[in-house]
């Protein structure tokens, strides 16, 4: 899967499951801002992540995680990690 | 004691989703009951059930307010929605004054079911999903109704088997009665999915007139062979009458007695003496004359056994004024931890237009129905005050008395 690939997946799933619109999703936004993200919030963060790559995040890996950009980098090095 | 008034009602059941529905429905005598072979496949020994719609809320709540939301307490909030309404209660007048909330409900089956599997397979609690929690618990209705519109007074929710809508409005009335709340939203939640009805159904408790689903239950019939599982959710806003007059607000009913009692005897066979116990003790606040009562919505669900009961302890009280009754379970279905409130709205829509709702499938009495008035058919008839009967595993029983308000 290209970056670009894996970038529109992951966008996917956000705006599916945060009820974005998909124009707010750019990659310098923040994550936590856009989505409205509150503690129970990661823990679904958590739960489509694993649906979609078949990984378990843990609530500390989101410590530094600030925009949209940070989030496909950790996406990205995580894929990379499994192959 | 403050006099305690109904001011709203609100119904999402298998007869209907609004109180205009569901009014002729009872009225023509209709059946929600339908047979689901998903329930056959999954190894129900009876597949009959009441059909609800389960709602999908996404235009009306946000996704936070949706997320820990279970099935129960998505029929709930519309049926609530429909009350607040007619009570002519808005979000301002939530937000301003101390509202309570409490209904019934006493499981939650599916979203255990559903945590559990996931646990089991992925060997992690995580990913359940932070909504699972609040639509597990048993108090998932008040829990989200709650926070959903708002409320600051009385929270929680009473789980006394099929007596718990009625308990729950039994309660609230005391509490209003007593002067420590104006105003509550009552109610009582029933889920309907496969996995809520599966132990109550390895019990031989359900029909299996599976042939004929809209004949299967058949209250007080003398080939009667089981209740028939159903669910929805009904709510009533109850207030003290200087509450509703201060808002101008219209007045369905006014509730005047709530008996409750314990059998103290087996855990699922009922007996006489702790229903008349109940029907007493609600008559005894309501004036003690059981003549007053123009109407009663038996508990009845269509069970050998429990319809005896109830029929005898009828027959002793009623026997004598020949008190029409019927039971609606007959065209609901058992509504079990709904049952108590929805019986409410029914009782308050036959007393608004003026007729009682057959009991449908009575054909043939057996011998404790036969001294009954029971309507088979339904018929035009003024009803100032209402009885609705309630009884729960457990030996549980309650009984409210319902009348038209006269200042």
């Not at chain 1, 529109?8 to 974005?20: P, R």
């Not at chain 2, 403050?2 to 709203?8: A, H, N």
């Not at chain 2, 279970?70 to 808005?90: F, H, M, N, P, R």
């Not at chain 2, 105003?183 to 408790?205: L, R, T």
């Amino acid at each position: 899967m290209s970056k670009e690939e894996m970038i529109e997946k992951i966008n996917g799933f956000l705006i599916e499951e945060f009820e974005v619109d998909a124009s707010v999703i750019k990659p310098e936004a923040s994550l936590q801002e856009t989505l409205d993200l509150d503690s129970l919030d990661y823990v679904d963060l958590v739960v489509v992540i694993e649906s979609n790559f078949g990984f378990k995040v843990k609530g500390e890996d989101f410590i530094g995680l600030e925009t949209f950009q940070d989030f496909y980098d950790y996406i990205e090095e995580r894929e990379l990690a499994k192959a | 004691m403050e006099r305690v008034v109904i001011t709203g009602s609100g119904i999402h059941s298998c007869i209907g989703e609004s109180l205009e529905v569901v009014r002729d429905s009872l009225f023509k005598g209709k059946s929600g009951i339908v047979l689901d072979q998903e329930r056959k496949d999954f190894g129900f020994r009876s597949g009959l059930t009441g059909a609800v719609r389960e709602p999908d809320l996404k235009k009306e709540l946000s996704r936070r307010e949706r997320i820990g939301m279970s099935e129960q307490a998505k029929y709930a909030y519309l049926s609530t929605v429909q009350a607040l309404e007619q009570a002519g209660i808005d979000q301002d007048h939530l937000d301003k004054n101390e509202i309570g909330i409490l209904f019934g409900n006493d499981s939650s089956a599916r979203a255990v079911m559903e945590a559990v599997d996931t646990i089991r397979e992925k060997k992690d609690t995580t990913l359940v999903g932070s909504g699972s929690i609040f639509q597990s618990m048993n108090c998932t209705v008040s829990m989200n109704l709650s926070t959903i519109f708002k409320l600051k007074g009385i929270n929680f929710t009473i789980s006394g088997a099929c007596a718990s809508g009625s308990h729950a409005i039994g309660i609230g009335f005391l509490l209003i009665q007593q002067g420590l709340q104006e105003c509550i939203v009552c109610g009582g939640a029933q889920e309907v999915n496969k996995y809520a009805f599966g132990n109550f159904d390895g019990i031989g408790a359900f029909s299996i007139r599976e042939d004929e689903p809209t004949k299967a239950s058949r209250p007080f019939d003398r080939d009667r062979d089981g209740l028939i599982p159903s669910g929805g959710a009904a709510t009533i806003i109850i207030e003290s009458l200087s509450s509703a007059k201060k808002r101008g607000a219209k007045i369905l009913g006014e509730i005047v007695g709530y008996g409750f009692s314990s059998n103290g005897e087996h855990i699922s066979n009922p007996n006489k003496d702790g229903q008349l116990r109940s029907l007493k003790r609600a008559l005894d606040q309501s004036g003690g004359d059981a003549k007053i009562v123009d109407y009663v919505n038996a508990h009845a669900t269509s069970t050998p056994v429990g319809d005896s009961f109830e029929a005898q302890a009828l027959y002793e009280v009623f026997g004598s004024h020949n008190t029409p009754i019927s039971s609606t379970k007959s065209m609901t279905g058992h509504e079990c931890w709904m049952a108590g409130a929805s019986e409410i709205v029914y009782g308050l829509i036959m007393m608004e237009h003026g007729f009682v709702a057959p009991n449908i499938n009575f054909e043939n009495p057996d011998e404790n129905s036969v001294k009954l008035n029971i309507f088979a058919n339904s018929k035009e008839l003024p009803i100032n005050c209402f009885l609705s009967n309630s009884f729960g595993f457990g030996g549980t029983n309650s009984t409210l008395i319902v009348k038209k308000f006269v200042s």
